[in-house]
């Protein structure tokens, strides 16, 4: 077995300012991994913050700049060619993303090494499940890549279920590594939790927290907002993504019971968010028949640490977890229809009777310590496997 102390990873990702990126970068770290990272950099409205790993630098991207992107992606070659030294050293070579794989491949091809690739893939675009020539060539390159790694890692059992194994027909080793909180040491200390609705349940305080990608979710809170009135208030942190960033502001519109409040830090400011609702909203819809149905969000385990009850689609994987452990309520369509009734129906001692129970789980159970533990664990094992 290596010794902690000279462990080594070469870390490939699409943007070293992610925020999932960043995550694992850091808790690989915490678990004595020295890291190489080879990112990209994203040009955003946000501040760039330096690296806190050895970071080498295979180019910049611009948002919707595909072609741009597309260079810049060509031209990393040379980078890798030219730093092929780290990729040669590197024990484990851990890729965000298919594409990065590629260049992944190709690196550790340049430096000669024979470091096991670990794959992470937590989203599966709408690209990699239609029907047409793109879609199929772009599942085939993905399976060129997979059968080409020594451990896959995703988010939820659900990517598995119905579309690793039966589309992909992966049949390789996977490791299971939930969106749970981390690092929670900045988390403040379980408290006596508070079991009584905030305002007395008028109105019901909802909060939906997190990278606002869904189109269907501003929708419908802008729309109960509007037929409810009083009954209910909406708070929203954190940042537009994706397609509706131009249109944010207009599918908020202008309600007094809707207020959006800015983007947060994490996790420090996840406490003082939660503990100002009384529901945790968890639907996404914005791949309603792939992604969206399978993944499992960050938020379930963020409202989970301060025992906030969620509520979810029930046709997602979310909605069946939230049912299986009792942390909240799943609705059917027509789910204009469904949550406002509920909303102007619920009686405050079954919600009472639900927050009980979120508050009573034990907070490890959403934390990520555990899982990082057990991944470096898993990681120490692929190295003793090709170890003379």
């Avoid at 020295?34 to 080498?56: C, L, M, S, Y």
């Avoid at 040669?88 to 340049?110: C, E, H, K, S």
């Avoid at 109960?224 to 131009?246: E, M, N, P, Q």
């Avoid at 968890?282 to 379930?300: H, K, T, V, Y």
Wanted: proline fraction near 6%.
């Amino acid at each position: 077995m290596t010794a902690p102390n000279s462990r080594s990873i070469a870390f490939f990702a699409h943007e070293r300012g992610d925020a999932r990126v960043v995550k694992r970068i850091s808790a690989l770290q915490d678990q004595g991994w020295n890291i190489t990272g080879f990112t990209f950099h994203r040009v955003r409205e946000k501040q760039d913050i330096a690296p806190t790993w050895n970071n080498i630098h295979l180019g910049t991207t611009y948002n919707r700049r595909y072609l741009q992107r597309l260079w810049a992606f060509v031209k990393s070659v040379g980078v890798l060619w030219k730093n092929r030294h780290p990729l040669a050293t590197a024990q484990v070579i851990y890729v965000i993303n298919t594409d990065n794989a590629l260049l992944a491949l190709l690196g550790r091809w340049f430096g000669g090494g024979k470091a096991p690739i670990v794959l992470e893939l937590a989203d599966i675009q709408p690209a990699m499940t239609g029907s047409r020539l793109m879609s199929k060539s772009l599942r085939s390159i993905e399976r060129f890549v997979l059968h080409r790694i020594a451990l896959l890692v995703t988010t939820s059992p659900g990517f598995v279920r119905e579309y690793f194994k039966p589309v992909q027909q992966f049949e390789g080793e996977i490791f299971l590594l939930e969106n749970k909180v981390y690092p929670s040491t900045s988390l403040p200390a379980t408290t006596e939790p508070r079991t009584s609705p905030i305002n007395r349940a008028k109105p019901w305080m909802i909060g939906y927290f997190g990278a606002f990608r869904c189109r269907r979710s501003l929708e419908l809170i802008h729309a109960l907002a509007k037929r409810l009135g009083d009954r209910v208030h909406f708070i929203l942190r954190g940042y537009a993504a994706g397609t509706i960033s131009d249109e944010f502001e207009n599918l908020l519109g202008k309600l007094p019971n809707l207020r959006f409040e800015g983007p947060y830090h994490y996790p420090d400011d996840l406490s003082t968010m939660y503990q100002a609702v009384d529901f945790n909203w968890a639907f996404d819809e914005s791949d309603a028949a792939g992604n969206s149905a399978w993944l499992l969000p960050n938020r379930i385990y963020e409202g989970g640490c301060f025992g906030v009850p969620a509520i979810a689609s029930s046709t997602t994987e979310t909605g069946r977890w939230i049912e299986k452990h009792g942390y909240g309520w799943s609705f059917p369509e027509p789910l204009s229809e469904t949550l406002a009734e509920f909303f102007e129906s619920l009686d405050p001692a079954n919600w009472e009777a639900i927050k009980n129970h979120c508050a009573s789980q034990p907070r490890h159970q959403f934390t990520g310590e555990k899982d990082y533990e057990a991944l470096s664990t898993r990681l120490s094992e692929l190295i003793s496997r090709i170890s003379p």
